[in-house]
């Protein structure tokens, strides 16, 4: 099964506020919305693969606070471990899209609702909204 990690990013100032990107035309999921995310490589640790994948899609140097939650998509042999991050004060306003996302936007809970995301998405924002809100 392929090992992937999603980033829940909390805006520092706007706490409704997550970080979303927009998958590119290059990929299979082309034009879909999620937590910054990513596949695993080996040898590489969780933690390490996350930063990783939040570096390059949105520019933004992050540390992990925890676990959220993970999920498994065995129609699409893939698990993903949903991980709270923070980042360092007044990054926010430098957060750009990276190589295989063409579009990084803070969007609050009940506004990523209208976003066009995978099932899982939708899974952890109805648990994200009974935790911050």
Not at 81 to 86: I, L
Request: proline residues 3%; contains cysteine; aromatic residues 12%.
């Amino acid at each position: 099964m392929e090992v992937n990690v999603a980033a829940i990013i909390q805006h520092k100032k706007y706490k409704d506020k997550f970080l979303l990107v927009r998958q590119a035309k290059e990929s299979y999921q082309s034009g879909w919305w999620a937590f910054p995310a990513g596949r695993v490589e080996a040898g590489e640790s969780l933690e390490a693969a996350l930063k990783r994948e939040v570096k390059e899609e949105t520019s933004l140097d992050v540390y992990v606070i925890k676990l959220y939650d993970t999920i498994e998509l065995p129609e699409e042999n893939v698990i993903i471990h949903f991980y709270v991050c923070d980042y360092q004060e007044g990054q926010e306003g430098k957060v750009k899209p990276g190589s295989d996302v063409d579009e990084v936007r803070w969007v609050s809970l009940k506004e990523m609702r209208k976003y066009k995301m995978r099932p899982a998405m939708y899974k952890i924002i109805k648990k994200l909204c009974s935790s911050y809100t």
